[in-house]
């Protein structure tokens, strides 16, 4: 299993632990009043999920199996999977953070916050797809 | 990876462009109002992402890395995972831009039967393949 796809994996579970554990937080809600940054947290809660989790644990595993390109670049450029990692983790983490101050405090500094991590996932979104892209294909028989 | 999983998850692809695309328009939008129109596309977001992206996904590497049969055809009857690719996608679209344009309430509905469609024929061309070494 290469470096890279360790990093998506393991980076994949913590997200996992931590949006169980924001989930039993905002559940507490029921019955205690919440803090208003824990209150305003439910999108990071679905996201933690979808993109922490999911989407991360994916990525991961696509840069491990999916056929290689040839025996001397098996899996395309490495720097580009770990540019992905290192975007898709620094929007996800900054969302976390200025959502919920966002919420309270709109139109501030953590407005643009958001902007920023909007584009970090993205471009980790399209430099994971250009750098996969090429290796949905035949099994790789040789140059 | 057989020709049918590359459909399935190239499309899966394009699904996870538009669905971060969307999402990081919206998520912008928060954050800096661009336009308040876009929140109509929510839904789209989930759908293109949920059903689009992971799901198809999902279904692509079924069709590829479940166990195959030890004479030809290896993976069996094929018809019912091609039927599901247009099902699914047709399902996706609908279920998604029916909202997003505010078109017929039946768009919306059509969509989710065709998903619903797409995971049944889906189930029946895969069912024959999950089984133990021993077949």
């Known amino acids: 299993m290469p470096l890279q796809t360790r990093w998506f994996i393991k980076s994949a579970f913590v997200y996992l632990a931590v949006a169980m554990a924001l989930g039993i937080g ?7 009043q919440l803090p208003l940054w824990l209150a305003y947290s439910s999108p990071v809660f679905f996201h933690l999920i979808m993109v922490g989790w999911v989407t991360q644990m994916i990525f991961g595993v696509i840069f491990w199996m999916f056929p290689i390109v040839t025996r001397a670049r098996p899996r395309g450029s490495e720097r580009l999977a770990w540019a992905t990692y290192i975007l898709l983790n620094a929007g996800l983490l900054l969302r976390v953070l200025c959502e919920p101050l966002n919420a309270m405090n709109p139109r501030g500094v953590w407005g643009w916050g958001l902007v920023v991590s909007a584009v970090l996932q993205w471009l980790a979104a399209v430099i994971f797809i250009y750098n996969s892209w ?10 | 990876m057989p020709k049918l999983s590359q459909w399935y998850i190239k499309l899966a692809f394009g699904y996870l462009l538009a ?20 929140w109509s596309w929510l839904p789209a977001h989930i759908e293109w992402l949920l059903m689009g992206w992971t799901a198809q996904f999902t279904l692509g ?17 094929t018809n019912g995972a091609y039927v599901a690719l247009v099902l699914l996608n047709a399902g996706v679209l609908l279920a998604s831009l029916g909202p997003a344009l505010r ?10 039967l065709l998903e619903v469609g ?5 189930a029946h061309a895969i069912f024959p393949r999950v089984v133990g070494r021993e077949g």
Do not use: C
């Open chain 1, 26 to 32: 905002l559940a507490s809600g029921m019955v205690v």
């Open chain 2, 103 to 112: 078109l017929s309430p039946w768009a919306l509905i059509i969509g989710r």
């Open chain 1, 134 to 143: 090429y290796r949905i294909k035949e099994r790789y028989r040789g140059d």
């Open chain 2, 19 to 38: 669905g971060f695309t969307m999402g990081a328009l919206l998520l912008a939008h928060k954050g800096q109002p661009i336009h308040p129109a876009l």
């Open chain 2, 61 to 77: 590497m079924a069709f590829w890395i479940m166990p195959r049969f030890w004479k030809a055809p290896r993976r069996g009857n």
């Open chain 2, 118 to 122: 797409a995971a049944v024929a889906f």
